[in-house]
């Protein structure tokens, strides 16, 4: 069993930037991608960023530039820095391991609010 737990969210001003850690128990390494959707209220779950077990990274379009992925298996902890943020950004966020498509474990979710 994979436990998921995040930290680092928070209320931001646009423009400015945080930077979310997710930390697994057990030992996920190199069994599991791992990975970030968001929800904003009143919208459905969207998908964030994806980092594989062999390195790769990939981001949805409207983040792209602006968000970075990295992973620490040493440390079992997935982060994502988010830079010029604005508040389009303003959800709730959820990290993952498994599949970007079908993830098997989920984390209880970070609040990130982008506001003046």
């Known amino acids: 069993q994979v436990q998921l737990v995040e930290s680092g969210g928070g209320l931001v001003q646009p423009g400015g930037s945080l930077k979310l850690s997710c930390a697994a128990s057990?030992?996920?390494?190199?069994?599991?991608?791992m990975g970030w959707y968001r929800q904003a209220p009143g919208k459905q779950r969207e998908w964030v960023a994806h980092?594989?077990?062999?390195?790769?990274?990939d981001y949805v379009d409207s983040v792209k530039g602006r968000f970075t992925i990295s992973r620490e298996n040493a440390k079992n902890t997935v982060y994502l820095q988010m830079n010029s943020l604005t508040p389009e950004d303003t959800a709730v966020y959820y990290c993952?391991?498994?599949?970007?498509?079908?993830?098997?474990?989920w984390g209880q979710g970070t609040q990130v609010t982008v506001s003046s």
């Open positions: 993952y391991a498994g599949r970007s498509s079908q993830p098997a474990y």
């Open positions: 057990g030992s996920i390494n190199g069994r599991y991608g």
């Open positions: 980092d594989s077990n062999i390195g790769l990274t």
